[in-house]
């Protein structure tokens, strides 16, 4: 009698412990990585389309320019200007300096504002390429301003590049779970590897 007890009180424990793992382990401790905000989202980013105005001169301009890979843009009469990693009012003033220092202008305003700002999406998804970043665009948003996932894509393993550094993000579970869902930051790239299978 004694013996069946502790044998029932053992399978008893047994069955708790199993029940117990069970319900920790049902997914609902699955979560995306927390993906650092960079510091200022006012820097200029390579990808940026730009308008910068020259004015208070006797031919005022409006240039429509881009942010290329190196960070520079290209502007007449002083050529490529370093643009990423400034905001607009810092870089205002580098273009209104060098007009002058080039002897070009002796006197000139200088507007600069951001016209689009873009993140990339590429690999596994119907259209590759860019899309204009708003400030409510997440990574399943992307995909889905992408086309969707293709049919060989590893929706479980998109990899989310910010600042050089690389996150694995699960969009199936960013779709089931917005709060698991990240906000993208303009310059962020979105790639899909092929599954395997």
Known sequence: MKFSLHLAIVGLAAMLTLVVGCSTDGGVSAAN????????????????????????????????????????????????????????????????????????????????????RYVYVGGEVQHPGRIVWTPDLTAAKAIQSAGGFSLYAKETAVNLVRDNKAYSIDVKLAQKNPSQDPRLMPGDSLQVSRSPF
């Not at 993906?35 to 730009?50: E, H, K, M, N, Y």
């Not at 960070?71 to 009469?77: D, K, Q, R, V």
């Not at 002083?78 to 810092?90: R, W």
Request: hydrophobic share 40%.
């Open 33 to 116: 990585p927390q993906i650092p905000i960079p510091v200022s989202t006012a820097q200029l980013r390579p990808g940026d389309s730009l308008t910068i105005a020259l004015l208070g001169v006797p031919d005022p301009t409006t240039n429509a320019v881009q942010i290329d890979d190196q960070g520079l843009i290209s502007l007449p009469f002083v050529g490529a200007l370093t643009a990423a990693g400034v905001s607009t009012a810092e870089l205002s003033q580098r273009v209104r300096e060098t007009y002058i220092a080039k002897k070009i202008y002796t006197v000139v305003d200088v507007s600069v504002s951001v016209t689009e």
